[in-house]
């Protein structure tokens, strides 16, 4: 039902390095990680990058939306510095170049696509497109387990990641779980459902294993929840204490 790892590095290093970095990647790999979950959405000329926030200031230097800005212009701007003196500088990864950098060192990849407002279609599109390309040959070769995972809160950015390259697994996020959750899931072929680990009780858990999903929890940064939460099924999650929780919990 969950062929991929269990524990998951929250945006490359979780708290000990900048969020969806290179650095945040090598800090959650000198951790023993070899699975990550990050964010991507498009800079102004359509090119994917790595971030969470659709504006800057909380962890990139500047002012104003991603989309005031082409991609080139974001990735030499500082993501570093607020997290620490020792990561100043830390460029804005492009997609490509992380992802790249990811397959290279082993690392699986949960890909949450993160539209800004009215570019939904876009971004699915684009990033499914561009991960369907640089796994075609694991695809072809029915090891699709290497491929990553495409996750996302937004239902039109799955369909249009589900048209663009239909044999990528897909998993929608839902912080807690709505009447009509499956239907929902059903829509767009999610093979797994990501959920708040807050709003989750063992019934739900159940719910959504016996309904055929992987289930998927996000952020769990305390042992004794991680260790609760697996004893309730729950088949994998996302730390940013990867300093208390290892790979190898599960």
Not at 82 to 93: F, I, K, L, Q, T
Not at 121 to 130: D, K, L
Request: proline share 7%; hydrophobic share 45%.
């Amino acid at each position: 039902m969950w062929p991929y790892p269990r524990i998951l590095a929250h945006r490359g290093g979780g708290t000990l390095a900048p969020e969806n970095t290179f650095a945040g990647l090598r800090r959650g790999m000198d951790f023993g990680f070899r699975a990550v979950e990050f964010d991507v959405m498009l800079a102004r000329d359509g090119v994917p990058v790595v971030m969470h926030d659709p504006y800057l200031g909380r962890t990139v230097s500047g002012a104003g939306h991603v989309f005031d800005y082409d991609a080139l212009e974001l990735a030499q701007m500082d993501a570093g510095s607020w997290c620490g003196a020792d990561y100043r500088g830390e460029p804005v990864p492009l997609f490509v170049e992380y992802a790249q950098f990811c397959k290279a060192h082993g690392i699986w990849m949960n890909i949450e696509i993160k539209p800004a407002r009215g570019f939904d279609r876009e971004t699915g599109e684009t990033v499914a497109r561009i991960t369907r390309a640089m796994f075609a040959d694991e695809i072809t070769a029915g090891q699709g387990e290497r491929a990553p995972l495409l996750s996302s809160f937004s239902l039109a950015a799955l369909q249009a990641a589900k048209d663009a390259a239909p044999d990528l697994p897909r998993a929608i996020l839902m912080s807690e779980l709505p009447p009509g959750w499956e239907p929902l899931a059903r829509s767009v072929d999610a093979v797994a459902i990501h959920a708040n680990h807050s709003h989750l009780t063992p019934a739900l858990a159940l719910a959504v294993r016996d309904a055929g999903f992987g289930l998927f929890c996000y952020t769990v940064n305390e042992p004794a929840r991680a260790r609760e939460l697996l004893a309730w099924g729950v088949d994998a999650f996302c730390t940013d204490r990867i300093d208390l929780i290892g790979p190898e919990m599960a």
